[in-house]
Each structure stands twice: as C-alpha cells, then as structure tokens.
C-alpha cells in the first residue's frame, strides 16, 4: 500500500522550513511596501481633485 511506504511524498520531511516562513514574510513585505508606494499617490491626487471640485462650489 502507498501509504505505507516511507518513501512516498507525504511522509518527507523538508529541511528547509525555517527558510520558507522567512521568504513568505520577505514576500508579505515587498507586496506591502508596494502597495503603500502605488496606492498613497493615488490617495492623495484624489483627495486633491476632491478638495478642488468643493472649493468649486
């Protein structure tokens, strides 16, 4: 039976666990940074153009 054999693919241990929490929490960190560099200039020319069309009226 597959599952018992010690050489099937659920029963490896993978050695580089620590490495893989730490490039998902490199990873969460690019993707923020980004995301504060994209979206804080879209912010902010919104809230410009919003600050124009109420001094408008």
Do not use: C, H, R
Not at 10 to 19: L, M, N, V
Not at 27 to 52: D, G, N
Request: charge should be neutral; hydrophobic fraction near 50%.
């Amino acid at each position: 039976m597959i599952f018992n054999n010690k050489d099937s693919v659920f029963f490896e241990e993978s050695g580089g666990g620590d490495f893989g929490s730490v490039y998902m929490i490199l990873v969460f960190a690019i993707v923020a940074l980004l995301l504060v560099v994209i979206v804080k200039p879209i912010f902010s020319s919104s809230q410009k153009t919003i600050a124009k069309a109420n001094s408008g009226n």
